[in-house]
């Protein structure tokens, strides 16, 4: 099993920034990609951003690209840099861990685990 938890969500004004962390615990995987998700309420789960094992491969929703950065400074946690801050944002966020490792998956069915999620709020 691993765990995963997210933290550093909250509310912000639109235009601004939050930084979100994600750190896996447990029975230690090697070559695991990691993904952020979001859900915003009445609406599916989407996918936001993806990271592979060593941190060399990314991809974003367009909706994201050029706001958003996610990053792996160990292979047990990652960030997502958000900047630029839109009401449309406003979601609970949450990360994942696929063990296939590759390719960088943007459905959610690929990813094995999930982390319980924290809530973005942007205000307008």
């Known amino acids: 099993q691993v765990q995963l938890v997210e933290s550093g969500g909250g509310l912000r004004q639109a235009g601004g920034s939050l930084r979100l962390s994600c750190a896996a615990s447990?029975?230690?995987?090697?070559?695991?990609?990691m993904g952020w998700f979001r859900q915003a309420p009445g609406k599916e789960r989407e996918f936001v951003a993806a990271?592979?094992?060593?941190?060399?491969?990314t991809c974003y929703a367009d909706s994201v690209k050029g706001r958003f950065t996610i990053s792996r400074d160990t292979k047990n946690t990652v960030y997502l840099q958000m900047n630029s801050l839109k009401p449309e944002d406003t979601a609970v966020y949450y990360c994942?861990?696929?063990?296939?490792?590759?390719?960088?998956?943007?459905?959610?069915?690929?990813?094995?685990?999930w982390g319980q999620g924290t809530q973005v709020t942007v205000s307008s």
């Open positions: 990271i592979s094992w060593s941190g060399g491969n």
């Open positions: 994942a861990a696929d063990l296939r490792g590759n390719p960088l998956a943007v459905v959610p069915g690929y990813y094995d685990y």
């Open positions: 447990g029975r230690t995987f090697r070559g695991y990609a």
